[in-house]
Nanobody, 126 residues
Framework: VQLQACGGGLVQAGGSLRLSCAVS????????WGWFRQAPGKEREFVGA????????DFAESVKGRFTISRDNANNTVFLQMNSLKSEDTAVYYC????????????????????WGQGTQVTVSS
């Protein structure tokens, strides 16, 4: 299983970016997804999660109301739409996937995910 994340870049504060992450390999499994980020000198932190069904979504307080997550199960792809970006959103963003039998479960810790994308840099200039 491989995760390929893309969509990062440089954006001005207040702007938007859309990250995507696709699974290749074991595409017939059901996945719950998460997004994490890591800024220089800081630990990897939770950004958002979405259940396999897509019916359950949750975000870190720091991004609530600005970020949304959606998924395309047919193509095993998840998206992170980031709006009203702030300089403090600057980080490397990672997508993560976990095979799950639950339609509604979400996972918040990096240790709960078995598959990771390579990370994509998001830089927000003020």
């Amino acid at each position: 299983v491989q995760l390929q994340a893309c969509g990062g870049g440089l954006v001005q504060a207040g702007g938007s970016l859309r990250l995507s992450c696709a699974v290749s390999g074991r595409t017939f499994s059901s996945y719950a997804w998460g997004w994490f980020r890591q800024a220089p000198g800081k630990e990897r932190e939770f950004v958002g999660a979405i259940s396999w069904s897509g019916g359950s979504v949750d975000f870190a307080e720091s991004v609530k109301g600005r970020f949304t997550i959606s998924r395309d199960n047919a193509n095993n792809t998840v998206f992170l739409q980031m709006n009203s970006l702030k300089s403090e959103d600057t980080a490397v963003y990672y997508c993560a996937a976990r095979i799950t039998a639950s339609f509604s479960s979400m996972f918040y810790s990096p240790s709960q995910y078995g598959y990771w994308g390579q990370g994509t840099q998001v830089t927000v200039s003020s």
